[in-house]
Antibody, heavy 118, light 110 residues
Framework: QVQLQESGPGLVKPSQTLSLTCTVSGGSISSGSYSWSWIRQPAGKGLEWIGRIYTGGSTNYNPSLKSRVTISIDTSNNQFSLKLSSVTAADTAIYYC??????????WGQGTLVTVSS | QTLVTQEPSFSVSPGGTVTLTCGLSSGSVSTSYYPSWCQQTPGQAPRTLIYSTNTRSSGIPDRFSGSILGNKAALTITGAQADDDSNYYCVLYMPNGISVFGGGTKLTVL
């Protein structure tokens, strides 16, 4: 079955750009009518949807993050990526990637903790 | 921006029935929002229990059901068990293509 795995630096300095990659295994990122999302969760808080990308490259972003977010897709390597610029301590969170279709986020990656600190 | 509203907390006795709801700060939730419910236990990634209003994900027991009640989406747990003690998040797919999570409901089974 399809599995997702996040990867990237666990520590990012303030004002720099956070970069994460989600690798899809067990199936093609290009198959079906799926989109691919990033979601984050600060410690002790709720889930926040960051954005999604479709196989064709079109994107939707959370309006509150839109000015700082870029999501891209690499179909040849079965990956999609997140870049979040000008990070602050408020961007410290567990970042999840997930596949999306008809309202359903499934599967989810296990999540990766990113800490913003100097 | 439209907010998705959930009860912050709820409690239910083992074997009891509880209904959690998911509303909008402005307007009504309908099937067009593809309401979905995720369960998350501490330290774990979320998992989707219900999607597209009332479709159970594979492997989810039938004590979990989804519906539209009035102007809100609802998650009903019938015959609550101890391991249902979790956080539950509603997520809606908005007409403009963005997804919005509710703040979550902490369900206590005691």
């Amino acid at each position: 079955q399809v599995q997702l795995q996040e990867s990237g630096p666990g520590l990012v300095k303030p004002s720099q750009t956070l970069s994460l990659t989600c690798t899809v295994s067990g199936g093609s990122i290009s198959s079906g009518s799926y989109s691919w999302s990033w979601i984050r969760q600060p410690a002790g808080k709720g889930l926040e949807w960051i954005g999604r990308i479709y196989t064709g490259g079109s994107t939707n972003y959370n309006p509150s993050l839109k000015s700082r977010v870029t999501i891209s897709i690499d179909t040849s390597n079965n990956q999609f990526s997140l870049k979040l610029s000008s990070v602050t301590a408020a961007d410290t969170a567990i970042y999840y990637c997930a596949r999306f279709f008809l309202g359903r986020f499934d599967p989810w990656g296990q999540g990766t903790l990113v800490t913003v600190s100097s | 921006q439209t907010l998705v509203t959930q009860e912050p907390s709820f409690s239910v006795s083992p074997g009891g029935t509880v209904t959690l709801t998911c509303g909008l700060s402005s307007g009504s939730v309908s099937t067009s929002y593809y309401p979905s419910w995720c369960q998350q236990t501490p330290g774990q990634a979320p998992r989707t229990l219900i999607y597209s209003t009332n479709t159970r994900s594979s492997g989810i027991p039938d004590r979990f059901s989804g519906s539209i009640l009035g102007n809100k989406a609802a998650l009903t747990i019938t015959g609550a068990q101890a391991d249902d003690d979790s956080n539950y998040y509603c997520v809606l797919y908005m007409p403009n293509g963005i997804s919005v999570f509710g703040g979550g409901t902490k369900l206590t089974v005691l």
